[in-house]
């Protein structure tokens, strides 16, 4: 089989999982040395492989759970073509496990987890707009602050002057010359 992209290729092997009762895991990729970008994916089975147990220099890391892997070998292997299009080269059908996929267990859909990425983008769009003008708000009332602080200065500089003219004017009339 082709696909246009390596994103059709998952969503096809996504919807082959669930109608099938299991769910993908994205799994291996292989990059271009020159460039980076991916040139191979592997697609399998959620139940692939076996949990490794992290530990620490004094013991387990993490309360140990019980391992949802059961080293499943379920998996198709996409590549990119010279013609441009994302050419399944393996497919392995067998797995070594029940096919049964509660909902809860069901990972979203590429399209539920685009709506998500949306809502949250528009959501941290509005976030930005607001702090924008949170900012413009808090500049204005700074503004204000320090015209406020000019002319209260400038009053407490005339009220000291007047105040030395004052006493000038009352040393002379105390003690004329």
């Known amino acids: 089989m082709e696909f246009e992209s390596e994103d059709a290729a998952k969503i096809f092997y996504d919807k082959y999982a669930r109608q099938l009762g299991f769910v993908m895991r994205v799994m291996s990729c292989r990059r271009s040395e020159k460039d980076g970008r991916i040139l191979a994916r592997r697609l399998g089975c959620n139940k692939e492989g076996h949990c490794v147990s992290i530990r620490g220099k004094f013991g387990a890391v993490r309360k140990p759970r019980p391992s949802t892997r059961e080293g499943c070998k379920a998996m198709i292997h996409v590549k990119y073509d010279k013609s441009g299009k994302w050419v399944i080269t393996k497919f392995v059908k067998e797995h070594n496990h029940p096919l ?60 000291v002057t007047n105040l030395k003219e004052f006493e000038s004017i009352e040393q002379e009339l105390l003690h004329p010359r």
């Not at 949306?118 to 808090?138: F, H």
Request: hydrophobic share 35%; with cysteine.
């Open 100 to 159: 049964v996929v509660s909902a809860r267990e069901a990972r979203q859909t590429m399209d539920e987890k685009d709506k998500q990425i949306q809502e949250l983008t528009i959501e941290l769009r509005n976030k930005k707009r607001l702090c924008s003008t949170y900012q413009e708000q808090l500049a204005a009332f700074m503004k204000i602050v320090e015209e406020h602080t000019d002319q209260l200065s400038r009053k407490v500089q005339n009220v």
